[in-house]
């Protein structure tokens, strides 16, 4: 049976990770998984109550910052795998306080190195080395904005020089570097990957996805930075899910594996298809206007949505040194553990609006803070 400690499964991408491990990937496999998150604006337990069963999953709340309680948990479970997703993970807040970034990317990722160290090293090799018990990996998850930003051509390979712009991705790099300084250092066996912008449900409605598309159904305008004309390669959530349990399994140990969805589009395309989307999917189905919080009536008596148009973007000052434009290019994962984008983009923003038109509770539970209350009521 294997472990898994998986930090930040509160959040986006760790809660379908862990989702997709214990529902997908081994839903019929012995598998325990340890949570680590620290519950912050972007973890909601809400979003994994029901994962949590004593049995293959567990909760704990805290920080990846903290020591003590990481040689804890070391010391109380026979932890086979670290998947580190916990992070300050907002550009735009990264921009307002960099030393909170700084300190949980940087210094909660050199903890959590450390911790894993202290309980996995063996002893040492005839030169000096720590030697490691079998089987064990840490995995960073990381970010094409280590890369920086490209122009018009080319895509980000694993040997693109790293260069990011931002204070998150000027932390998520940072963490890179420790993770392959453990590696080098004392031959640490870890993983990075590096993928480019996921979407998906449980997406927190500040990022361009689900603001969008939370936007449109408040009716409010759909702020677009700049002219819009900055470039991100999409990627369905359980696409990069896949992917990170294939390299933490069988990827080989030291290497960065490039994730993405070769599905490259201009901020402002991502929002015209968004309107265009929900409008046709209310245009089908009548039912789905009435999530709609503006509801005014038509000529017919039916909610209105010929508002819901391309009028509704509102051009906005840009992010301070915005980057231009993301590609990666995944031929690494792809020939050396047969990775591919399984889900259409056309799928999944469709599947990715029913799943917000559907959770509308959860969209007030995460925005209203009122989500605190799960950790109140399970422990
Ligand atoms: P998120 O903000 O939705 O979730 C982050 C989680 O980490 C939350 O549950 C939060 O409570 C937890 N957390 C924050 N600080 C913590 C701390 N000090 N200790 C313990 N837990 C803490 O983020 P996300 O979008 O799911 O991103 C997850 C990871 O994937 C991040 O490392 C991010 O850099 C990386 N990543 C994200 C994307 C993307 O498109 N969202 C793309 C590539 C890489
Ligand atoms: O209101 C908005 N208007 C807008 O034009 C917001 C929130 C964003 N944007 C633009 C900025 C970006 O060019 O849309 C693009 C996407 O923005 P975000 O959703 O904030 O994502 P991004 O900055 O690209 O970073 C995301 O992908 C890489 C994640 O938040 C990171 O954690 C991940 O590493």
Request: aromatic residues 12%.
């Given at each position: 049976?294997?472990?898994?400690?998986?930090?930040?499964?509160?959040?986006?991408?760790?809660?379908?990770?862990?989702?997709?491990?214990?529902?997908?990937?081994?839903?019929?496999?012995?598998?325990?998984?340890?949570?680590?998150?620290?519950?912050?604006?972007?973890g909601?337990l809400g979003t994994?109550?029901?994962?949590?069963?004593?049995?293959?999953?567990?909760?704990?709340?805290?920080?990846?910052?903290?020591?003590?309680?990481?040689?804890?948990?070391?010391?109380?479970?026979?932890?086979?795998?670290?998947?580190?997703?916990?992070?300050?993970?907002?550009?735009?807040?990264?921009?307002?306080?960099?030393?909170?970034?700084?300190?949980?990317?940087?210094?909660?990722?050199?903890?959590?190195?450390?911790?894993?160290?202290?309980?996995?090293?063996?002893?040492?090799?005839?030169?000096?080395?720590?030697?490691?018990?079998?089987?064990?990996?840490?995995?960073?998850?990381?970010t094409?904005?280590?890369?920086?930003?490209?122009g018009?051509?080319?895509?980000?390979?694993?040997?693109?020089?790293?260069?990011?712009?931002?204070?998150?991705?000027?932390?998520?790099?940072?963490?890179?570097?420790?993770?392959?300084?453990?590696?080098?250092?004392?031959?640490?066996p870890?993983?990075?990957?590096?993928?480019?912008?996921?979407y998906?449900?449980?997406?927190?409605?500040?990022?361009?996805?689900?603001?969008?598309?939370?936007?449109?159904l408040?009716?409010?305008?759909?702020?677009?930075?700049?002219?819009?004309?900055?470039?991100?390669?999409?990627?369905?959530?359980?696409?990069?899910?896949?992917?990170i349990?294939?390299?933490?399994?069988?990827?080989?140990?030291?290497?960065v594996y490039?994730?993405?969805?070769?599905?490259?589009?201009?901020?402002?395309?991502?929002?015209?298809?968004?309107?265009?989307?929900?409008?046709?999917?209310?245009?089908?189905?009548?039912?789905?206007?009435?999530?709609?919080?503006k509801?005014?009536?038509?000529?017919?008596?039916?909610?209105?949505?010929?508002?819901?148009?391309?009028?509704?973007?509102?051009?906005?000052?840009d992010?301070?040194?915005?980057?231009?434009?993301?590609?990666?290019?995944?031929?690494?994962i792809?020939?050396?553990?047969?990775?591919?984008?399984?889900?259409?983009?056309?799928?999944?923003?469709?599947?990715?609006?029913?799943?917000?038109?559907?959770?509308?509770?959860?969209?007030?539970?995460?925005?209203?803070?009122d989500?605190?209350?799960?950790?109140?009521?399970?422990?």
């Amino acid at each position: 049976m294997k472990t898994y400690l998986v930090t930040g499964a509160a959040g986006f991408i760790g809660s379908n990770f862990i989702k997709y491990l214990l529902y997908k990937k081994y839903k019929d496999e012995d598998i325990k998984i340890i949570v680590l998150d620290a519950l912050t604006y972007a973890g909601n337990l809400g979003t994994i109550k029901d994962d949590i069963d004593n049995k293959r999953c567990f909760f704990v709340k805290g920080d990846i910052r903290d020591r003590q309680l990481a040689d804890k948990l070391f010391a109380e479970n026979d932890i086979d795998y670290v998947v580190n997703f916990a992070a300050e993970s907002h550009v735009d807040r990264s921009i307002e306080d960099p030393q909170l970034f700084l300190s949980v990317n940087i210094l909660g990722t050199q903890n959590l190195l450390d911790a894993a160290r202290r309980a996995w090293v063996t002893g040492k090799d005839a030169n000096g080395y720590p030697t490691w018990k079998e089987g064990k990996r840490y995995h960073q998850v990381s970010t094409d904005e280590v890369y920086g930003s490209l122009g018009a051509e080319g895509y980000f390979t694993e040997t693109t020089p790293v260069c990011p712009h931002s204070p998150y991705s000027a932390s998520k790099t940072s963490a890179d570097l420790f993770v392959q300084a453990y590696r080098d250092t004392y031959h640490m066996p870890v993983s990075i990957t590096r993928c480019s912008n996921n979407y998906g449900p449980y997406h927190f409605p500040e990022k361009l996805i689900p603001l969008i598309i939370n936007n449109i159904l408040e009716g409010k305008k759909l702020p677009v930075y700049g002219e819009g004309t900055n470039v991100r390669d999409w990627l369905y959530v359980e696409d990069h899910c896949k992917a990170i349990d294939m390299v933490v399994r069988n990827g080989r140990a030291g290497e960065v594996y490039n994730v993405g969805g070769h599905n490259e589009m201009r901020n402002i395309d991502i929002v015209k298809l968004t309107i265009k989307t929900i409008h046709d999917m209310m245009e089908k189905d009548k039912d789905l206007r009435k999530v709609l919080k503006k509801q005014v009536r038509d000529a017919n008596g039916d909610i209105d949505i010929s508002w819901i148009n391309d009028d509704l973007i509102t051009h906005v000052a840009d992010r301070l040194g915005h980057d231009q434009r993301y590609a990666i290019d995944p031929t690494k994962i792809k020939n050396e553990l047969g990775w591919y984008p399984e889900t259409k983009f056309a799928d999944g923003i469709v599947k990715t609006i029913k799943w917000n038109l559907e959770n509308q509770k959860w969209i007030e539970e995460v925005t209203s803070g009122d989500y605190q209350k799960y950790y109140d009521i399970m422990y």
